[in-house]
């Protein structure tokens, strides 16, 4: 009697009680997940890109006396072909030229300059001291054209290379007399007096570096393009003891100068071998000698200078962190994953 009276006072709540109660499990589920459960997985924002590096670009000018005149077609090139030079170094005769380029002076200007340079206006020479030049016309010359600026002064940053004679230590100039230090540079052993500063003496920074690769690293240049005018061993025996002396000086040069040259990013060597130290009249020569051997070089100069500038760039891009992998949901995955593998169902 009571089970006829149960069927009749709820004949459809019996009959889908089930149903009722899986809807109800369901609902509780939900708000589980929405209340109590973690904060959905947040985008994260793009990181910012990294500044790339610009490349510094550097000039290592080598010593080689009236060669010298060939750094002047080198930078004409350069210039010409749109290379920025940011940092100078100098050795020797190319300190002379790299003082002129780094107090402001284009290629042009310079080669203006050195086709009016009378030797008169450089060499002194001290009839006391064997006949050797003194260098102090040299020192005026050079601070007169660059407008008595000193090396802390100049337009670019421009070192200079010494050796100092009671040491033969290597010294690096970049602050004081411009001038001076590019007749301490300049003192060729045996052709100019050593040069007092201070308590020292120096003499001809290719004593111990012909080409300045690292004075120019050390200015902050990360990209450096060498110039080396050095005299080479002529591959024959020289026939005399002057010339055998010469030699000697030559192929001792050229061994000390290939360990730094190692370190420069591209090496620039015009022909120049043939130029006397002192023959000034061939000075239109070796500035063609210098354009000629930088026109060779340079797709070598633009090949490195655009994988240097790649390396930059990839290792400025942002790093997106990697993402996680895909975590079932609570509940033993009866909802599914929270998120889906790329390229499957």
Do not use: W
């Amino acid at each position: 009697m009571l089970r006829a009276l149960f069927q009749r006072a709820t004949p459809m709540s019996f009959r889908f009680r089930p149903v009722a109660l899986l809807i109800a499990f369901t609902l509780t589920l939900l708000v589980a997940c929405a209340s109590g459960g973690p904060a959905p997985d947040a985008i994260a924002p793009a990181p910012k890109p990294v500044p790339v590096k610009p490349v510094r670009i550097g000039i290592a000018l080598g010593g080689g006396a009236a060669k010298g005149f060939a750094h002047i077609g080198v930078i004409k090139m350069l210039e010409a072909n749109g290379l920025r030079i940011e940092v100078v170094s100098g050795t020797s005769a190319g300190s002379v030229v790299g003082a002129l380029y780094a107090s402001g002076m284009d290629a042009f200007q310079m080669q203006k300059t050195a086709f009016g340079l009378d030797e008169a206006q450089i060499r002194d020479v001290s009839l006391f001291s064997g006949g050797v030049v003194k260098g102090q016309k040299l020192q005026d010359y050079v601070n007169q054209l660059v407008g008595n600026r000193r090396l802390e002064r100049m337009k670019k940053p421009f070192a200079v290379v010494s050796t100092q004679l009671e040491t033969g230590e290597r010294t690096v100039f970049v602050r004081g007399n411009t001038g001076q230090a590019v007749r301490a540079s300049s003192s060729i052993p045996g052709v100019f007096e050593p040069v007092a500063i201070g308590q020292k003496h120096y003499i001809d920074g290719g004593v111990v570096s012909p080409v300045p690769v690292d004075a120019a690293r050390q200015l902050g240049a990360d990209f450096v393009i060498a110039v080396d005018i050095s005299t080479k061993a002529s591959g024959r025996n020289p026939g005399s003891l002057l010339g055998t002396v010469n030699q000697s000086i030559a192929i001792m040069g050229e061994k000390l100068g290939q360990q730094e040259l190692a370190r420069a990013n591209v090496v620039i060597r015009p022909l120049v071998n043939d130029i006397g130290p002192a023959d000034f009249e061939q000075r239109n020569n070796a500035i063609m000698e210098g354009e000629r051997a930088t026109l060779a070089v340079m797709p070598q100069i633009r090949a490195q200078l655009a994988k240097l500038r790649a390396e930059r760039e990839v290792a400025a891009m942002p790093r997106v962190p990697a993402s996680e992998p895909c975590k079932p949901a609570r509940f033993g995955g009866l909802f599914g994953k929270k998120c889906a593998d790329a390229g499957k169902d």
